[in-house]
């Protein structure tokens, strides 16, 4: 099955967050491997994206470990 990369907008529609709660909890999110860095675009720029299914199994092991998210 493919599934396509979500954009800051996405990710952001995804976990219901502003975005300064997410650039808060970006280098958490770039650790874990929920959020990579990808070139886009002519000329090419680096874009945040994740994958929607990564964001869902992340936030559920947060909430099983009982750490607010």
Do not use: D, H
């Not at 491997?33 to 675009?41: A, M, T």
């Not at 990564?54 to 947060?62: D, F, P, Q």
Request: charged letters at 30%; proline letters at 4%; hydrophobic letters at 35%.
């Amino acid at each position: 099955m493919y599934e396509e990369a979500v954009y800051l907008e996405g990710i952001l529609k995804t976990l219901g967050w502003s975005k300064a709660k997410f650039y808060y909890k970006k280098k958490e999110l770039i650790s874990s491997g929920v959020v990579f860095y990808r070139n886009q675009g002519r000329p090419p720029r680096r874009r945040l994206c994740a994958f929607p299914s990564k964001i869902k199994n992340w936030v559920s092991l947060k909430s099983t470990k009982g750490e607010m998210i």
